[in-house]
């Protein structure tokens, strides 16, 4: 059993940047492929990030060149760095895990546990 608990989030003008961090608790964190999602009210939960076990990443274009994901498995950490900021990057940010670690995936749909989530606000 993994459990994430988000923050970092905030209230930014578009062009800044925010960093989230999510920590895990557990000693098993290297074993689990991470993410992140964000939502809307009244929209679905979309894909941000992901990095699997290997530090392998993988993006949504819609962040692409903008957002930096990493973690840290000594400390049990993902963090998403986020520049470049946008009216459309508004939304509730979700951290997420599943195994195999090997395998991070789009899909929110196959991942086993999921943080209360924070808050960005980007203004104009």
């Known amino acids: 059993q993994v459990q994430l608990v988000e923050s970092g989030g905030g209230l930014v003008q578009a062009g800044g940047s925010l960093r989230l961090s999510c920590a895990a608790s557990g000693r098993t964190f290297e074993r689990y492929a991470m993410a992140w999602f964000r939502q809307d009210p009244g929209k679905e939960r979309e894909f941000v990030a992901s990095?699997?076990?290997?530090?392998?990443?993988y993006y949504a274009d819609s962040v692409k060149g903008r957002f930096t994901i990493s973690r840290d498995n000594a400390k049990n950490t993902v963090a998403l760095q986020m520049n470049s900021l946008k009216l459309g990057d508004t939304a509730v940010y979700y951290c997420?895990?599943?195994?195999?670690?090997?395998?991070?995936?789009?899909?929110?749909?196959?991942?086993?546990?999921w943080g209360q989530g924070t808050q960005v606000t980007v203004s104009s």
């Open positions: 997420a895990a599943k195994t195999p670690g090997w395998l991070a995936s789009s899909n929110a749909a196959i991942y086993d546990y």
């Open positions: 990095i699997n076990w290997s530090s392998n990443t």
